[in-house]
Structure formats: C-alpha cells, structure tokens
C-alpha cells in the first residue's frame, strides 16, 4: 500500500463544475503540498498545509491531521486548470522528503 | 527571481556520450534537488544538498553524479547512462532542508538516452 493514496486517478469534468481531489496519507507527516504539473513538465506548488483550510483565487485546499486526509477543491474549473495533481507529504522521519501520490489527471472540457 | 532555471530543455545522448545538466536559482536558497520523474509517475528524488554539501542520495547509480559549486548552482553529471534512464529530471530548490519549506520547481530537462 502506498503511503500517500489520491483518488480519482481520472477526473473529467464539464467547464464550470465543482471539482474535488482527495488525498489520505498513512504516515506521521510536518506538512502536505498540493502540486499543479501541466503537460510538457514544469511543477508549480499550490499550497503548502499544515492545519485547516488555504484558499488562492478558485482553489482551496483542505487538511484533517486527526483523519490523516486532505481534499483540493477547485470553483468554477476551466479548460486551463486541465493538468496533473499532486498530493505530497513531508516525513520528518524520512528526513522531511517529500513522499508523492500518484497524482489525478484532470480534463475540464469547455 | 522567483524562478528555478534548468539547462538544457532537451538532451538526446548515447550511452557512451557525457553530459551535464544545470540548474540554478537566484532566491537565496539554500537547499537544492534532482528528482527522476518517468512518464505518468510522480517525481522520485535523487539527491539533496543542504548548505551545498550532500546531505541526502537516494541509492542513486554512480552514473549520476551530482555537483553544488556554489549556492546558486547545482548539475548533475551523466555518463554512461542506460536507456531506462530517459526521463524528466526536475531540479527544485527550497529556503532550507527541513519541514514545512515550500519547493520551487524548474521546468525540468527532458532526457533521452539512445
């Protein structure tokens, strides 16, 4: 079992919807990153969280540390929020790397 | 700057040919990474330097050799690589190694090993 899980591994969407991605973790984290990768490779870094809720423009992100899960919302999504999400988790036991999920690819169809 | 520069975009090599790529960041950061990410998989870290000194190496092979001239600098060195090797590799950098440190990413070089 991995120690960071993301679901859903697919997501399409119609332009507009309400878009959420969920994120559950295993192991005893200092932090959780949401990561936006477009097509082509660049990784931009959406929030960094370490309790209750962050919120930029249309996204906002989530955490329960008590539940061990963090869900990104996106508001209204549009053709350009189409890329790949990613949940990361710092560990300090493992010297505070960063420990990836799989990542959700998301389409918005206009 | 708040930006995280890779050189080269694209390097297409063959397994005997030697090559470096660079990365270099401007933000006074002093923790610097490579991460190997394989087609439809989330990125693997490799090294990281810490204060310009290695502090972390992910069991990398030797043919990946990686370099921190200065604060601003970081490269890899390939020689000898594999086609298994072909990748993006992501450079990132962060104030410091410890937790809750945002990491810049470059926009990575994509590697092609013939």
């Known amino acids: 079992k991995n120690e960071v899980e993301q679901s859903p591994q697919n997501l399409t969407a119609q332009e507009g919807e309400f878009i959420t991605i969920n994120c559950s973790y295993s192991?005893?984290?200092?932090?959780l990153h949401w990561l936006q990768q477009h097509p082509g490779g660049g990784i931009v870094s959406l929030f960094m969280?370490?309790?209750g809720k962050k919120k930029h423009g249309r996204l906002i992100a989530t955490i329960n540390i008590q539940e061990k899960h963090s869900s990104l919302h996106i508001t209204a999504s549009h053709p350009r929020d189409s890329a790949v999400y990613i949940c990361?988790?710092?560990?300090?036991?493992?010297?505070?790397?960063?420990?990836f999920g799989a990542g959700t690819i998301l389409r918005v169809k206009s | 700057d708040t930006e995280v520069t890779q050189t080269p975009k694209h390097l297409v090599m063959g397994m005997t040919n030697k090559k470096s790529l660079k990365c270099e960041q401007h933000?006074?950061?002093?923790?610097m990474y490579w991460y190997k990410q394989k087609a439809k998989k989330p990125p693997e870290l490799m090294f990281v330097?810490?204060?310009?000194?290695?502090?972390i190496n992910e069991s990398v092979p030797s043919r990946f050799s990686p370099e921190c001239p200065n604060s601003s600098l970081l490269n890899l060195h390939l020689h000898a690589l594999q086609p298994e090797d072909s990748a993006l590799y992501l450079c990132?950098?962060?104030?410091?190694?410890?937790?809750?440190?945002?990491?810049?990413f470059g926009p990575g070089t994509r590697l092609t090993v013939l």
């Open positions: 990132a950098s962060s104030q410091v190694h410890n937790s809750y440190n945002e990491q810049f």
């Open positions: 990361a988790v710092e560990v300090s036991l493992y010297g505070n790397k960063l420990v």
């Open positions: 969280l370490s309790s």
């Open positions: 330097y810490s204060y310009e000194k290695l502090s």
């Open positions: 933000m006074g950061h002093r923790a």
């Open positions: 192991v005893g984290i200092s932090a």
